[in-house]
T-cell receptor, first 115, second 115 residues
């Protein structure tokens, strides 16, 4: 049981380039989330999904897109990278667990730098 | 929108001593959950403790306990017998029960345990 996995761990992009951050979970969780964490700050929600085929915006969705074609995967797409998107990105999932259905479990993060 | 405030950016404690981290939140919701997450230098987000708002009894997990004051909208974390491995950023988080179970995070408290 790997939990929540994210790839890549690190990435440097040039302004205007595109990329997809991958996230997968093997806990059969319905809910999945993408956050960004800027230096010295807490996590802010970008997008979330309550199940395959269903996604919705969080606090800071501009510049990002998501899709959820399977329960396991929830990729985050950056179309035109900007320096303001330099951040650490965390994927999380929640579902039935010993703590109930509300606790979120996090991946290890992806550190993205846009130059 | 919900807001979570952690007013102590940095704290330190001697090994084996007790420390309390503060958190306040603002909401008009009645059905919600509160969490403390720990983020060590590895950046992995690790659940420390959770509290359901409808429960009056304060949650405890080994050396970690909370003081939940619902009327005051306060949710502090007490760490007893501090250990070097407790050195980390600690984030308070609020989750309201709705379709997406969205989390709102504070800006964190950096805790250093001094040997």
């Amino acid at each position: 049981n790997a939990g929540v996995t994210q790839t890549p761990k690190f990435r440097i992009l040039k302004i205007g380039q595109s990329m997809t951050l991958q996230c997968a979970q093997d806990m059969n969780h319905n809910y999945m989330y993408w956050y960004r964490q800027d230096p010295g700050m807490g996590l802010k929600l970008i997008y979330y999904s309550v199940g395959a085929g269903i996604t919705d915006k969080g606090e800071v969705p501009n510049g990002y897109n998501v899709s959820r074609s399977t329960t396991e995967d929830f990729p985050l797409r950056l179309e035109l990278a900007a320096p303001s998107q330099t951040s650490v990105y965390f994927c999380a999932s929640s579902g039935k667990s010993e703590y109930g259905t509300d606790t979120q479990y996090f991946g290890p993060g992806t550190r993205l730098t846009v130059l | 929108a919900q807001t979570v405030t952690q007013s102590q950016p940095e704290m330190s404690v001697q090994e084996a001593e007790t420390v309390t981290l503060s958190c306040t939140y603002d909401t008009s919701e009645s059905n919600y959950y509160l969490f403390w997450y720990k983020q060590p230098p590895s950046r992995q987000m690790i659940l420390v403790i959770r509290q359901e708002a409808y429960k009056q009894q304060n949650a405890t997990e080994n050396r970690f306990s909370v003081n939940f004051q619902k009327a005051a909208k306060s949710f502090s974390l007490k760490i007893s017998d501090s250990q070097l491995g407790d050195t980390a950023m600690y984030f308070c988080a609020f989750m309201k029960r709705n379709t997406g179970n969205q989390f709102y995070f504070g800006t964190g408290t950096s805790l250093t345990v001094i040997p």
